[in-house]
């Protein structure tokens, strides 16, 4: 790409390392014919990595009636079909699709508005669920939000496990939503544990306040079940998803259970976009495809054996101060800053992301295989030798 075409583009990215032409399997590929192992998935997006043949199918069969995009005044099969897939998998009984993440997590809060009357949010330290202005107002990255102040009112931000805070801050009286990732994602890959989300949900109920879980980046397989809600066993009111839901194709999307559901009325919320014909045909496909019995058990199997293999390599490199995560969602976090580290890993052929400044984040293709993840690992011993 030259200087004058990368210029055009909003510098809203650092943009950094080779332009990347193709992709396959678990592979980038440069414009100079360099391959690069992608641990990032394009941050968690590319479930089954590139060229899979089920997206291409899926592709090639929504081209071929020739709806790329059809307006929500009327029926579309494959949104209809897809949200059906979605709502029998979950405690969903109504799916709300859109495009992203932070336009999800903006959905939810309406519909949390909506169904109890009331309008605070409750959100937690570390937590991540945006850029828009209610999702950026419930973000804790104060670097983030200052430059546009005032965000969305009556959202607050607590300590994640500081129960007498968070006792004070949901109110019978005010707050619509708690929202929380099962697994922070872009603070630094925290599990949160299920005794904190049980908690959550008995907090919520005693106060008539709906609990939202983002599972935008933890979502769909990464963590090794379809939901992350599944491994606390902890039902939420509405949960929101979007990374990979569509094999690439930008899509988000809002799980509703049956009471937040009853409470939506036409006009309430509306999309241009949301669940057209190619994108909501593409994560049929992708959900069908990760929500097989065999195709998660894979991802435990690998996750596991990933976690064995990076808490081996902090036991042999004290530049490293801890390590942790699940399925196939992993965080290293250093004793200095992660950028040096990861700039050298892109040398050695491996991408891999940060979580924060000191965290090295691992979110490869849900597809990839240990041998990958060998060499993977093995280039970043190197760097952190």
């Known amino acids: 790409m030259t200087t004058i075409a990368a210029s055009a583009l909003l510098g809203v990215y650092p943009r950094v390392g080779p332009t990347f032409v193709a992709g396959e399997g678990c592979e980038l590929v440069a414009a100079d014919g360099t391959r690069y192992l992608d641990l990032t998935a394009g941050i968690a997006v590319n479930a089954l990595g590139y060229g899979h043949p089920v997206i291409r199918a899926a592709v090639d069969?929504?081209?071929?009636?020739g709806l790329v995009h059809l307006s929500?005044?009327?029926h579309s099969d494959p949104a209809e079909r897809l949200a059906e897939l979605l709502a029998r998998h979950s405690f969903a009984s109504a799916v709300f699709f859109c495009n992203s993440g932070a336009?999800?997590?903006?959905?939810?809060?309406k519909f949390a508005r909506r169904w109890t009357g009331k309008t605070d949010i409750v959100a937690f330290s570390g937590g991540f669920h945006g850029r828009l202005f209610a999702s950026l107002a419930a973000t804790d990255r104060p670097d983030y939000r200052r430059p546009f102040e005032p965000l969305l009112g009556g959202v607050q931000i607590v300590p994640l496990g500081d129960r007498a805070a968070t006792e004070r801050a949901v109110r019978t009286d005010g707050t619509a939503a708690v929202i929380i990732e099962p697994v922070q994602g872009e603070g630094g890959v925290r599990p949160v544990s299920p005794e904190w989300l049980g908690?959550?949900?008995?907090?919520?109920?005693?106060?008539?306040?709906a609990l939202i879980f983002d599972e935008v980046q933890c979502g769909l397989g990464r963590t090794g079940v379809l939901f992350a809600y599944e491994h606390s066993g902890v039902v939420p009111d509405l949960l929101t998803l979007a990374k990979p839901l569509a094999g690439g194709f930008p899509m988000g999307a809002v799980l509703l259970g049956p009471d937040v559901a009853e409470a939506i009325e036409p006009g309430d919320?509306?999309?241009?976009?949301g669940g057209g014909p190619l994108v909501a045909s593409v994560a049929r496909a992708v959900v069908t495809t990760i929500a097989d019995p065999g195709f998660l058990e894979a991802v435990r199997?690998?996750?596991?054996?990933?976690?064995?293999?990076?808490?081996?390599?902090?036991?042999r490199r004290r530049r490293i101060r801890e390590v942790?995560?699940?399925?196939?969602m992993w965080g290293m976090e250093l004793h200095e800053p992660a950028?040096?580290?990861?700039?050298?890993?892109?040398?050695?052929?491996?991408l891999v992301l940060s979580a924060g400044a000191n965290v090295i984040r691992l979110v490869p293709p849900l597809i990839v295989d240990t041998a990958a993840l060998d060499r993977g690992v093995g280039v970043l011993e190197e760097v952190l030798a």
């Open 61 to 65: 069969a929504a081209l071929a009636t």
């Open 72 to 74: 929500n005044l009327y």
């Open 103 to 109: 336009e999800a997590n903006e959905g939810a809060f």
């Open 199 to 209: 908690y959550l949900r008995r907090l919520c109920d005693d106060r008539g306040v």
């Open 269 to 273: 919320h509306a999309t241009t976009f």
């Open 301 to 315: 199997t690998t996750g596991t054996w990933l976690g064995t293999r990076l808490r081996a390599l902090a036991a």
């Open 324 to 328: 942790r995560g699940v399925g196939l």
């Open 339 to 350: 950028a040096p580290v990861i700039a050298a890993a892109r040398a050695g052929g491996v």
